[in-house]
């Protein structure tokens, strides 16, 4: 009889560990796509709408507008957070999924047949706007899930920043190869990149959709919510509950995404029309740094999750929230000696201090919510982030160069994120290695960050 029980539980921790395989994969392709469509609107901004869709503004004042559509998308996603963690929190982690997953892509598809300035005027900026505002809405529901489904498959507590870090590793693929469609078609289109050559891009993300629906479609609902859904402990109104229960959870969570935010866009994205326009370097050695900077991120993502399983989730963040914060002055130091070696060398480099924050950010943010609210409220404090930081970053970078006319300006900025979300983090309640499936609510109120030690 032992032995037949012995056989049933292998059997089961055998089924369970080719889910969590499943259910890591499922995750970090689709959010590779949905960064993939989103960073690609990121590189384009910079390389081509100021000059398609304002051409008649001055150079740095378009960039400005088309940093400002640019915007919108982060501005949506906070949106797309409260709908979908609303759906991901009442009818699973799966189904939300594979709706914003659609939205997302068919959103980004759409981009690549919107007219120009010169056909339709100012209409296409607006068509733009409104397409970016959906690409929003379907980032903003799509980490959370994409989190949860990976960590909450995890059968032990002790490498859940590991696997957490996971879908995080979406990020620098889907602007690894976002980056390298742009880079291919310019080489392919040439001289015609700006009148076809952008566009093509936009129409090969309804191929990776495709690919990423049909691997979503065949993974299963994550064990916390199938037990949360048994024991009929699902709320009514997941959103509007973690508001009132948790808002300080949510605030400490978008404060302590600041120093990885606004860097990160200002790196990957302001970059190319700082690069390319002030220091005049070249468009390939700017989408080339970024490639490689992506590439490195492959591995430093999950090694930094890993490292927070081992050193404590807060301990990890905050040393690389004081990192983020002062590599913004060695940042400008390279790029500013227009050296191309060196401006290689500053790009690459740049996202070490993000991989730091983001490696263990996932895992950081998700923990500190009760099961029945974790996707309504990890969603709602990551995407808060993207208003106050990740949106308008690009936008403050180029004011602040307007009038400085020097980028340790910006760097200056950078140091402020760093200082805010190192305070961030050290407010935050620590989960490392803690028992997340039981409810966090018994006693008390859950704002308070102090909890996590008492459910060790």
């Not at 008649?56 to 979908?84: C, N």
């Not at 479609?217 to 959103?239: G, Q, V, W």
């Not at 963040?317 to 590599?327: K, T």
């Amino acid at each position: 009889m032992s032995d037949e029980r012995s056989e049933a539980l292998f059997l089961e921790e055998q089924e369970a560990h080719r889910q969590l395989r499943r259910a890591v994969i499922a995750s970090t392709i689709g959010t590779t796509i949905e960064w993939y469509d989103f960073f690609l609107y990121s590189i384009v901004t910079g390389l081509v709408f100021a000059k398609l869709y304002f051409p008649e503004s001055d150079p740095l004042v378009g960039t400005l507008q088309a940093f400002l559509i640019y915007a919108v998308g982060f501005i949506a996603r906070p949106v797309g957070a409260a709908i979908f963690g609303h759906y991901g929190d009442r009818v699973g982690r799966k189904a939300t999924l594979i709706v914003t997953l659609l939205l997302m892509g068919l959103a980004t598809f759409a981009v690549g047949f919107v007219p120009t300035y010169a056909s339709i005027g100012i209409w296409g900026a607006v068509m733009l706007t409104v397409l970016r505002f959906i690409q929003g809405v379907g980032v903003g529901g799509e980490w959370g899930g994409s989190v949860l489904m990976s960590m909450e498959w995890a059968r032990t507590n002790s490498h859940r920043g590991l696997v957490a870090s996971w879908p995080q590793f979406g990020v620098p693929a889907g602007l690894f190869i976002s980056n390298l469609v742009v880079l291919a078609t310019s080489r392919i289109s040439g001289s015609s990149f700006m009148t076809w050559g952008w566009r093509v891009p936009f129409f090969l993300s309804i191929v990776l959709v495709a690919i990423g629906l049909y691997i979503r479609l065949s993974i299963l609902e994550t064990p916390i919510f199938a037990k949360l859904l048994a024991e009929n402990k699902i709320e009514k109104a997941p959103t509007m509950e973690v508001i009132r229960r948790q808002p300080k959870d949510i605030l400490l969570s978008a404060f302590a995404r600041m120093a990885e935010q606004a860097p990160f866009y200002i790196f990957t994205a302001f970059v190319f029309a700082y690069g390319v326009k002030t220091l005049g370097a070249s468009r390939d050695l700017m989408l080339s740094a970024v490639l490689a900077a992506a590439v490195l991120e492959f591995f430093t993502i999950p090694l930094f999750g890993h490292v927070s399983d081992l050193i404590g989730r807060k301990r990890m963040y905050m040393i690389g929230a004081a990192c983020a914060g002062l590599f913004g002055f060695a940042f400008f130091a390279l790029l500013d000696t227009r050296n191309p070696a060196l401006i290689f060398l500053a790009v690459v480099l740049s996202l070490v201090p993000h991989s730091m924050l983001y490696g263990p950010q996932a895992a950081l943010i998700a923990e500190s919510f009760t099961g029945r609210l974790r996707y309504s409220g990890a969603s709602l404090g990551y995407q808060l982030a993207s208003v106050i930081a990740g949106g308008p970053a690009p936008l403050i970078a180029t004011a602040l160069f307007a009038y400085y006319r020097t980028g340790y300006a910006i760097a200056a900025y950078i140091f402020v994120c760093g200082v805010v979300s190192l305070v961030a983090a050290w407010r935050m309640g620590d989960y490392t290695n803690k028992d997340i499936s039981r409810e966090y609510d018994d006693a008390r109120p859950m704002g308070d960050s102090g909890h996590a030690a008492r459910h060790a």
